[in-house]
């Protein structure tokens, strides 16, 4: 097989809302078309198309079902899509299956078994531990049991950081088939970014926009962040500006009502993806107020090649991406006091600010941060593979 062969990649994922589940699937297979490989999708048939929208079937039944029932119909959904891989797998022939891990789902390795197709699976949560802590698990002894086999099985597993890698290897993945690709950007889609017309739309201009993109918890403390805007005195032209949507959101925008900086606080829910680099190009500080420990988040790729200067926890997996003082500010999440004395400090230091926003946009190119990167090192593993296959 010649490096310049392309391949037939049967790409199996059970996202059924538009997130940022959504973004990656989309910019990932985006990344290998461009590349010429020809995509095989097995998923949900139902999908919406807005941004921020979830499946109004499946949402209906998480509001009425027991868990242990939703649990089940995900179980014999995992049956069910095992035959339509089988399927497609008769019917094209693929060099490889690519699957976005998910619980209760075994379709991936029955297809390995019956057929030897090579089985590349992409890990961005622990998933039987994060549905156990965050939304309850009744069927923990399956879902445990089908996520090894997978991990045990899968010939390749990407997992998005180290720790996630770590935790991974853990529950019965090889250490030798694990490599970690971190989330990633599209450069090409910033090359043009220009925040004039959205901060004149919104009586920005200048002012010191602090931002942040993405689905808003209410672990995220966008509330400690509003009310930053009140007592930082030095600078009363500190504004604010949410990207995303949110159960947090009403909270935050009640809070900037109450405390009369409603007209600091720029709220725009959810824009299309051609929409976000203006947007981060009107901010001049972004935020990732917290994090889940194994993630990679994408808003903070958005951030770096936007050339924002990035405020984050001091943690493990973010330390991965971000060096303190360097590439971004990092803060003790333990201790937020530490996160309002880093807006502080760049709200009041321009040069700060750019270089490092330069730095980030450089760590982009230095460490390959795109999709267009992961989609080359996959394809490179999967064509090796297959020359192995052929001897």
Not at 334 to 360: H, M, P, T, W, Y
Request: include cysteine.
């Amino acid at each position: 097989m010649t490096e310049s062969k392309k391949l037939k990649i049967l790409y199996h994922h059970r996202v059924a809302a538009q997130d940022g589940q959504s973004v990656h699937i989309r910019e990932l297979v985006a990344a290998f078309k461009r590349q010429g490989h020809e995509i095989i999708f097995v998923g949900p048939s139902i999908r919406p198309t807005d941004l921020g929208e979830e499946n109004r079937l499946l949402g209906f039944a998480r509001r009425i079902l027991p868990l242990f029932v939703l649990e089940l119909l995900e179980l014999l959904y995992g049956v069910r899509v095992y035959f339509k891989l089988l399927a497609a797998y008769k019917r094209h022939k693929p060099d490889f299956l690519y699957e976005r891990y998910n619980l209760f789902l075994p379709a991936g390795t029955w297809l390995k078994k019956k057929t030897g197709i090579p089985y590349f699976v992409e890990v961005n949560a622990p998933l039987s531990n994060e549905r156990a802590t965050y939304s309850g698990l009744r069927l923990q002894r399956i879902a445990r049991y089908y996520e090894r086999m997978t991990f045990q099985n899968a010939d390749k597993l990407f997992p998005v950081s180290g720790v996630l890698a770590d935790i991974i290897c853990s529950m019965g993945a090889p250490r030798q088939n694990i490599i970690v690709l971190h989330n990633g950007i599209t450069p090409a889609e910033y090359s043009t970014a220009d925040g004039s017309a959205v901060r004149a739309e919104l009586g920005l201009e200048g002012k010191i926009v602090l931002g942040f993109i993405g689905f808003i918890r209410e672990w995220h403390r966008l509330d400690r962040i509003v009310r930053i805007l009140t007592h930082h005195s030095t600078n009363p032209d500190l504004h604010l500006l949410v990207v995303g949507e949110g159960p947090a959101i009403s909270d935050c925008l009640e809070l900037a009502e109450g405390l009369d900086i409603q007209h600091r606080v720029h709220y725009v829910g959810f824009k299309d993806r051609a929409a976000i680099p203006d947007h981060l190009a009107a901010m001049d500080i972004a935020l990732q107020p917290a994090v889940t420990d194994y993630a990679s988040p994408l808003k903070i790729f958005e951030y770096l090649i936007a050339g924002l200067a990035t405020i984050a926890p001091d943690q493990p997996n973010i330390r991965e991406i971000l060096t303190h003082k360097e590439t971004g500010l990092l803060f003790n999440p333990e201790n937020f006091e530490e996160a309002e004395r880093a807006i502080v400090e760049l709200s009041q230091n321009q040069a700060l600010r750019d270089r490092i926003g330069k730095a980030g946009q450089t760590l982009i190119e230095t460490r390959k941060y795109t999709w267009d990167n992961n989609a080359i090192e996959i394809a490179s593993l999967a064509k090796t593979m297959s020359d192995q296959r052929r001897v």
